[in-house]
């Protein structure tokens, strides 16, 4: 049967002789309820309003409509929520349930909606450092920068003994003519190469760069200022570097040897180092070849390469012969023989750094860390912080509301999906604001677990 639509209603196919008529008529009604664990997660944390604190307003008080905390929270809980694009606010600024959470449920004016629009969000965005006509709120990087590591150090409840700070780079798409836009010929695109730096699941820095540079260009600056931040708070936990091969560079060692920091990074294979394992390949081989199936040796040796390295260091090879063919890997690291032999540095720990990438790709496919289509570099660079809190925010949700709970090693998206989408009647009255959720809600019980959690905390 076809469907007939008008402006204000729409006719399905009947079920059981009853006509299925549908419309935009409901009221305020949100399919975002579940939303308000998010501004309890933020309560607990105080995220929104130290964020805010890295901004600086220089418009009229007496003009302003929308405060600095109300448009950061604005577009942080947006982006927790699927919607990337400050477009999408023109309508999301009539939503009853972003309105609570901005703390905020009518405008002072009657021509402005409780919460902002694109416009507004814009200039927010394209700030200046200086104040403007069109451009009047300013952000402070290096204040950004330091309240990730804050946010950080709260967490725990007391200082570890032990963190692994893992570093990599990856590629962000460019589709237009932004500044610092340059081709990258190992991603075969246009891009940025944006720098992160996780401890687990805990995003330490976003760091936006061209692609012209090399992967650890500006790690050693990075590192430096988080492990300073960090030394403040604890000043006895011992720290290791993790990373791939990209980040195994004399600059980034030496510094780390000179300031009581571990590593433990890949070492791209050569020639030479090919050749030192000679033995262990051939062993690998013979079984392989025996069994028909994967083996693997592992040698340890001091090496050095013969000009860019100022000192020998400690290098584990795995020697590997798989499906018929050669894999060998290696691994440089300040560890030494009573921290572990080489199998377990290699199998155990630096594979695990593996898990950071999964971090990166909830970054940018839940939380749309890759939406860099700004025109500067700083414009785009606010954004990917817009982006990383909101990670930083869905994943204080995880961790302190949802670890008894089947949603405890859930994705961002897969948290937004089936807890955050929660479709609700939205009733106002003097004394109340009372959110009727859907009955038919297949997780309100993680829902309920989530909210007792958060109230303890």
């Not at 009853?96 to 629009?117: E, M, S, W, Y």
């Not at 260009?217 to 604890?234: D, K």
């Not at 199936?293 to 000192?311: E, G, I, L, M, V």
Request: glycine residues 6%; aromatic residues 8%.
């Amino acid at each position: 049967m076809q469907t007939e639509c008008s402006a204000d209603l729409f006719e399905f196919a009947p079920v059981e002789r009853r006509a299925v008529v549908a419309g935009f008529d409901g009221g305020a009604i949100s399919s975002d309820a579940g939303a308000l664990l998010l501004g309890e997660t933020d309560r607990a944390i105080r995220l929104v309003d130290r964020f805010a604190g890295c901004f600086i307003d220089h418009r009229s008080p007496g003009l302003v409509e929308h405060l600095v905390p109300t448009l950061v929270g604005q577009r942080v809980f947006g982006l927790a929520l699927g919607y990337e694009d400050i477009n999408d606010h023109d309508e999301l600024r009539h939503d009853p349930v972003l309105a609570v959470l901005a703390g905020k449920l009518a405008a002072r004016r009657k021509d402005c909606a409780p919460i902002a629009g694109k416009s507004t969000l814009n200039r927010l965005e394209l700030s200046r450092p200086l104040p403007t006509r069109y451009h009047k709120i300013a952000h402070d990087p290096v204040a950004i920068e330091g309240l990730f590591i804050e946010l950080f150090l709260e967490a725990p409840t007391a200082p570890p003994k032990e963190i692994i700070l893992d570093l990599d780079a990856t590629d962000d798409p460019l589709h237009g003519r932004q500044e610092g836009r340059f081709f990258h010929g190992y991603y075969d695109c246009y891009c940025y190469l944006p720098l992160y730096v996780f401890c687990g699941r805990h995003l330490l820095a976003a760091k936006l760069r061209p692609a012209n540079i090399d992967a650890a260009a500006g790690a050693v600056e990075e590192i430096a200022r988080i492990v300073a931040q960090i030394r403040q708070s604890w000043p006895a936990v011992r720290i290791v570097l993790r990373a791939d091969s990209g980040f195994a560079r004399e600059a980034l060692m030496a510094w780390c040897e000179a300031n009581a920091v571990d590593y433990l990074f890949g070492l791209a294979k050569n020639k030479r180092l090919i050749r030192a394992i000679g033995a262990e390949l051939a062993a690998a081989r013979e079984e392989s070849e025996t069994t028909e199936k994967p083996a693997r040796r592992f040698k340890d040796f001091t090496w050095s390469t013969r000009r860019s390295w100022s000192r020998k260091r400690r290098v584990v090879a795995k020697a590997e012969w798989t499906h018929g063919e050669v894999n060998p890997r290696f691994i440089v690291t300040s560890l030494t023989a009573a921290d572990g032999d080489g199998r377990w540095l290699y199998e155990d720990v630096y594979c695990a750094r593996g898990e950071m990438e999964n971090r990166i790709k909830e970054c940018q496919l839940d939380l749309f860390a890759d939406r860099t289509s700004s025109a500067t570099m700083r414009a785009n660079q606010l954004r990917l912080w817009f982006a990383s809190m909101a990670y930083v925010l869905v994943d204080s949700l995880r961790r302190l509301a949802l670890q008894a709970t089947d949603l405890a090693d859930a994705t961002c998206g897969t948290i937004r999906r089936k807890l955050f989408k929660i479709g609700a009647l939205v009733t106002i009255s003097v004394r109340r604001i009372k959110l009727a959720m859907a009955s038919g809600c297949p997780y309100k019980a993680v829902f309920a677990t989530a909210h007792r959690a958060l109230g303890a905390a």
